[in-house]
């Protein structure tokens, strides 16, 4: 949890990973809610140096290279996708 009032003993200093489920919501309208947390972690990172793992997943997003840009994922080292062939039930698409 990343808030406003986070000092030494909150939960964002003691937590070294975020994993956002179902990240294609940042196109929703409760996208906002993730991009504040989303920038908060980042702000508090750089201001604190400290490290901290982000996981972003879903089962339908078509850009997540651009999901990745705005994580800030090292696209050679932290961006794994994994396409229709891994999944063990099809999933259809209607757009």
């Known amino acids: 949890v990343v808030t ?12 070294g990973l975020l994993i956002i489920d179902e990240v294609h919501l940042l196109a ?3 996208g906002a809610v993730i991009e504040s947390v989303v920038a ?3 702000r508090w990172v750089e201001s604190s140096q400290r490290s901290v793992r ?6 339908t997003l078509p850009n997540y ?9 090292d696209k050679r080292r932290g961006l794994f996708y994994f ?3 891994h999944r063990p039930v099809p ?4 757009f």
């Open 4 to 15: 406003r009032k986070g000092g030494d003993g909150s939960l964002g200093a003691t937590c």
């Open 28 to 30: 929703d309208e409760r």
């Open 91 to 94: 999933l259809q698409q209607t």
């Open 40 to 42: 908060r972690l980042h």
């Open 54 to 59: 982000l996981v972003g997943l879903s089962a």
């Open 83 to 85: 396409g229709p062939e």
């Open 65 to 73: 290279e651009d999901v990745a840009t705005f994580l800030r994922v």
